[in-house]
């Protein structure tokens, strides 16, 4: 408790002087006025008015300057206005004992002023602490990235302290890292502090020995830094690591305590925040794990149906050439082309979903207008859809996307192919294409007239090898609506099933027409035609 | 359409199995084939066998594909046909930049490789000062600097008019959107300036009376360019 006294009353350090000079200057001109005022009769009550300065400078200024303020008071008191006037000579010894009861009453006074003053002080530095630490633990539960944290932390740390600070955290099994060093503002030349080796090599004992070290703790206190480590029930995260100017030991032990509350708080987020790291990786092992059963499934069935039809037609036609009729051989080679086909498509969508999941996608943003890809996609799905009669209702101005193409191009070749795959011969597909210009959106329709996608399925038909029980029958993977929600997202754009009014199904899509902010750079050049 | 009985392809492609595709089917075709399994003697047999054609994997291992094709385009005009894996939109580029003539993704099919082959020996063959370049209905008098679709007269800007010259006069053949912009721009024109190819092919496709979700003569190829289709001549 009296360390903490010391620790507030020390900035008051440079205030004591002119504290002295203010109370020899109440004091006199209390003096005059008491004097002036011809008061100089009636001692007891100037006695007592004497007292507040005493008072006053306990309350203000401490125990010594209202010492000091009863010292003067006293002499002032016996120069004035006990007989003989403006002498120290005292006439009657009684006096004598008025004297030094009333600097007893008024030390007294003053210390039980003074008393109150530091308690006052203590509360208000404790509430400081609190309020610091409860800012600290406050921001450190709200972030979920453990760097966001780590710099944090040392501003934190640094602004609380008024000194540079850095987070150490073990770097795989052997080195320490400076995780962050933000040097506390006012000392720019303390830029970085923590880098050095010397401050690595304490930083490293520390985290080993899992003890406080440095300025102001038993172990290496000529280190200009005080060390504490960051520590949970179960084990030991990083190093908490505070430059310390020259102060005091008892400042010193109070920052300790102080730096010891924010490595606990530090100690408790970094936890947290590898705990949920550590499950979030659990749940994508986990989530891996089922889609490699469902991709191994998947794979074997839809890789081996077309390879047996490929293998048994090639094998037939070799071995038993002469058998066969002119229109046999025909309809087994077409089978090895669409069982080959068939393969290629799978390997696209594996392919597709293998990059889009692995983050290697890279948008490769161009202006592309819509009507240009809807019809490089007819071009393609053409081929497979001779009995389905595709209707496309395309805005009267071109509509711009900035996008990537290619990919905008395989969203809508796997739309439209479900959308034929999914709908019986002779029935219409209609793709419609609006922009809302007011909110910056295209959207694109495709309805067909198929069999439907039951509501409870009409978002999971999205997710990675989900197969709708009611279209086992039909070949695919469950990768391409996948893919296409993948491609759309990156685009920040949605795609949802709907039903569609005619019966069937209508996907809607809808994306961004401008990114970041990019207008269409496109006005009339206003040329002349010839 | 009969492409010119005999003509020399010379098919540069590691994998014996595509070579032996080729093989089989080109020659069944009536073209005289070539094979080598690597690019170094693939530039070396170029100059010794003197194909018409060149069908070139820009996969090779050792000297790449790019490589062969910037070295045979150092003393040679013939015809290159990439063939590539479908994913890599930039290579594909780079080599129709490069001096490529066309390009074929793997996997493909025969009728496709064979058509590119015709069309690209047309191409070489065909003189190319002829004035009047005539598809069905539509007419482009490069010397009058007229355009007639179905008879009547077609009123382009300057500039749809020269990209609709480009495009026709390379009929068949794709023109990546960076040489559409240095033969029509010039050379003040940025990469980033594609969108002004979009608006003007649109306009142009509107003055042809093209609906532009089935093209008859301006052909999107996504991500490349575009290629003016000789299946309406």
């Not at chain 1, 889009?356 to 809807?374: P, T, Y």
Request: with cysteine; glycine share 8%.
């Amino acid at each position: 408790m009296s360390e903490r006294i010391k620790k507030e009353t020390l900035p008051s350090h440079g205030k004591r002087v002119p504290a002295y000079v203010w109370v020899t200057l109440g004091v006199t001109l209390l003096t005059l006025l008491l004097h002036a005022i011809g008061m100089s009769g009636d001692l007891v009550n100037v006695a007592l008015i004497y007292l507040f300065p005493v008072l006053v400078s306990a309350v203000y200024w401490g125990m010594g300057p209202a010492v000091y303020a009863a010292s003067f008071s006293v002499i002032m008191f016996d120069f004035f206005f006990v007989p003989p006037y403006l002498s120290f000579t005292v006439e009657d010894l009684r006096y004598l004992i008025s004297f030094v009861v009333y600097l007893a009453v008024a030390i007294l006074t003053a210390s039980l002023a003074g008393r109150l003053r530091q308690q006052l002080e203590m509360v208000k530095a404790r509430e400081a602490t609190t309020n610091s630490l409860y800012a600290l633990s406050r921001q450190m539960t709200a972030i979920t990235d453990l760097n966001t944290l780590l710099v944090n932390i040392a501003t934190q740390v640094s602004l609380t302290l008024g000194k540079p600070a850095a987070v150490y955290l073990p770097d795989g099994q052997v080195d320490l890292l400076v995780t962050s060093s933000p040097a506390s503002t006012s000392e720019g030349e303390k830029d970085g502090w923590g880098d050095g080796e010397s401050e690595i090599a304490i930083a490293k004992w520390v985290y080993h020995h899992g003890q406080i070290a440095g300025k102001g703790s038993s172990t290496l206190r000529e280190s200009p830094g005080l060390y504490v480590p960051l520590r949970t029930e179960e084990q030991i995260h990083g190093v908490l690591a505070v430059s310390m100017d020259a102060g005091e030991v008892h400042e010193q032990q109070e920052q300790l305590r102080l730096l010891e509350a924010c490595g606990g708080l530090a100690a408790g987020a970094i936890a947290r925040v590898k705990l949920a790291e550590e499950a979030r990786l659990a749940q994508i092992t986990a989530e891996s794990e089922r889609i490699r059963t469902a991709l191994l499934d998947s794979v074997s069935h839809e890789l081996r149906t077309p390879l047996t039809a490929i293998i048994g037609s090639a094998t037939g036609l070799l071995e038993n050439d002469a058998l066969f009729t002119p229109e046999d051989r025909r309809e087994l080679t077409g089978n090895i082309r669409d069982g080959a086909l068939r393969m290629n498509r799978l390997v696209t969508n594996l392919l597709g979903m293998v990059r889009l999941e692995s983050g290697m996608l890279q948008l490769n943003r161009k202006w592309c207008d819509v009507g240009d890809i809807i019809s490089v996609v007819l071009t393609q799905v053409r081929g497979f859809s001779p009995h389905r009669n595709i209707q496309v209702e395309l805005p009267d101005d071109p509509a711009f996307i900035y996008g990537d193409e290619v990919l905008l191009e395989q969203v809508l070749v796997n739309i439209i192919s479900n959308a034929i795959k999914y709908s019986p011969d002779e029935s219409r597909i209609v793709i419609t294409v609006t922009s809302d210009k007011s909110l910056s959106q295209l959207m694109i329709w495709v309805a067909d007239q198929g069999i439907g996608i039951p509501e409870a399925e009409r978002t999971r038909i999205f997710d990675k090898f989900y197969r709708s029980e009611s279209t086992q029958h039909v070949t695919g993977t469950g990768l391409g609506l996948a893919i296409c929600k993948g491609i759309v997202e990156v685009h920040g754009g949605t795609i949802v099933a709907e039903p569609n009014p005619g019966g069937g199904t209508r996907m809607r899509i809808n994306i961004p027409m401008e990114a970041h902010g990019l207008r269409f750079p496109y006005s009339e050049q206003g040329e002349v035609e010839e | 359409m009969n492409g010119p009985l005999g003509a020399r392809i010379l098919v540069i492609d590691d994998e014996p199995q595509i070579r032996k595709l080729l093989k089989v089917t080109l020659q069944a075709h009536q073209f005289e084939l070539h094979e080598c399994g690597d690019g170094e003697e693939g530039v070396i047999q170029a100059s010794i066998v003197h194909p018409d054609l060149i069908i070139l994997d820009l996969g090779l291992p050792g000297m790449s594909g790019m490589e062969v094709l910037r070295r045979i385009r150092e003393w040679s005009q013939v015809p290159i046909i990439v063939l590539t894996a479908k994913d890599q939109e930039g290579d594909k580029i780079a080599a129709l930049d490069g001096g490529a003539d066309d390009y074929v993704t793997k996997p493909f099919g025969m009728g496709e490789l064979v058509a590119r082959i015709r069309v690209a020996l047309r191409h070489v063959a065909k003189t190319t000062d002829e004035p009047i370049l005539r598809f069905g209905s539509l007419t482009v008098d490069l010397a009058q600097r007229q355009v007639e679709l179905e008879g009547t007269l077609v009123k382009l800007t300057p500039t749809e008019y020269e990209m609709l010259k480009v495009l026709a006069s390379n009929a068949g053949k794709i023109i990546t959107q960076r040489q559409l912009l240095q033969q029509v721009w010039g050379g003040h024109h940025h990469e980033s300036d594609s969108h002004y190819l979009r608006v003007y092919v649109g306009h142009l496709r509107k003055k042809l009376n093209e609906d532009p979700t089935n093209p008859r003569y301006i052909q999107t190829e996504p991500g490349i360019g575009y290629r003016f289709l000789l299946s309406a001549e």
